[in-house]
């Protein structure tokens, strides 16, 4: 008769959950928040016997996905919304902001760029300064 209370005794774990996961997922939902989601008449959803959604198919990308929230930010991504543009709607805007990794390579040259300007100003005014206390 113990055994419903060694039942209830089993250790508790907390879901440790993949936060790093997560936390990429709504950064990248953040980005994507201004963007309206196109196609979602493109994506099939594929049922198990029960008819269970498994799985979801986007048609315009040959692609599937797993859960609901990849799907969505699927609709939204960038691929997706070329494929649709190519496909279904050549009127559609499909922005080309940069992505956060090529802002962050950009911003990295401007930097370089910024300290080798600066290393040629120092270097010039060394000069003129050498110059001076040659002839000076
Ligand atoms: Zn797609």
């Known amino acids: 008769m113990d055994d419903a209370k060694v039942e ?10 993949d936060s790093k996961t997560e936390d990429s997922l709504s950064a990248l939902a953040a980005l994507q ?7 979602h008449d493109y994506v099939e959803e594929v049922r198990n016997d029960e008819g ?3 799985r979801f198919h986007c048609k315009l990308c040959e692609c599937s996905f797993n859960d609901p929230n990849a799907k969505e930010m ?4 960038r691929r997706h919304r070329l494929q649709y543009k190519k496909k279904v709607n050549p009127e559609l805007q499909v922005e ?16 370089k760029q910024m300290q080798k300007e600066e ?16 002839y000076g």
């Open 119 to 134: 290393y040629w100003r120092r270097r010039e005014e060394e000069e003129r300064w050498r110059m001076e206390m040659r």
């Open 74 to 77: 699927h609709l939204k991504g």
């Open 8 to 17: 209830a005794s089993k250790p508790a774990t907390p879901s440790q959950g």
């Open 52 to 54: 269970k959604v498994i």
């Open 96 to 111: 080309v902001k940069p992505s956060i990794r090529a802002r962050k390579i950009q911003e990295e040259k401007m930097r």
């Open 33 to 39: 928040s201004d963007v309206q989601p196109v196609g």
